[in-house]
């Protein structure tokens, strides 16, 4: 089943901890996206991946970090530096000009 | 796309009505645009989308959406939403050029009753 997954669903974090969010695809998609979703806005964009071991910063890259050591993978780091974390995290992948979307992880900051 | 804007934050409407979403988009040069739709808790799905050719786009779960150059639009439509089209949509675009990022509207949410 071709598909992108992310995980946990549900992740919690303490104040001051850095969380690491997994984004897999088997799409064979060359650039890969991370987005960041709070209640009543868009989506915001926080890092993307055009290629493997390349990546951008988007609207909204404090706080956080990625890296693309391999096709299918694209992990974003949320760091203590990211003052608000707590929302709904989205990766997506595409070949051309059509992303296509994991399923999300929600990051609770306690 | 330099910008999309959903007028409508909440569209109510009763089961077996048509509705229509309102999406219009800026830009100064020709643009790719999509409808995405996110259920409770899930990523977003993609609904249909306008690259070139026929101005009139079907997609999936009978949705169908007309591009319109001149008034900047790509309105979304259903002759007859289900209870189970209650759901958040949103319109993007992005421009035709190269390296260019994908900006989405705000959203907004049908919500279908009896």
């Known amino acids: 089943d071709g598909g992108i997954t992310q995980s946990p669903k549900y992740l919690f974090r303490k104040e001051g901890q850095n969380v690491t969010l997994s984004c897999e695809q088997n799409?064979?998609?060359?650039?890969m996206y991370w987005y960041r979703q709070d209640p009543g806005q868009g989506l915001r964009l926080i890092y993307y991946?055009?290629?493997?071991?390349?990546?951008q910063k988007g609207d909204i890259a404090e706080g956080y970090s990625v890296s693309r050591e391999k096709k299918e993978s694209f992990p974003l780091t949320v760091t203590s530096a990211q003052k608000n974390p707590t929302a709904f995290y989205l990766c997506?992948?595409?070949?051309?000009?059509?992303?296509?979307f994991g399923p999300g992880t929600r990051l609770t900051v306690l | 796309a330099q910008s999309v804007t959903q007028l409508d934050s909440q569209v109510p409407v009763f089961e077996e009505a048509p509705v229509e979403l309102r999406c219009n988009y800026s830009?100064?040069?020709?643009?790719?645009l999509f409808w995405y739709v996110q259920y409770p808790n899930q990523g977003l799905q993609l609904l249909l989308k306008?690259?070139?050719?026929?101005?009139l786009v079907k997609g999936i779960n009978g949705f169908e959406a007309e591009f319109n150059k001149s008034q900047t639009s790509f309105h979304l439509r259903k002759p007859s939403v289900h209870i189970s089209d209650t759901a958040e949509y949103f319109c993007?675009?992005?421009?035709?050029?190269?390296?260019?990022?994908?900006?989405f509207g705000t959203g907004t949410r049908l919500q279908v009753t009896l």
């Open positions: 991946s055009q290629i493997v071991n390349d990546f």
């Open positions: 997506a992948s595409s070949m051309d000009t059509t992303q296509y």
């Open positions: 799409l064979n998609h060359d650039a």
């Open positions: 830009s100064s040069v020709s643009v790719y």
């Open positions: 306008y690259l070139s050719g026929s101005t």
């Open positions: 993007a675009g992005i421009n035709t050029g190269t390296a260019s990022k994908l900006t």
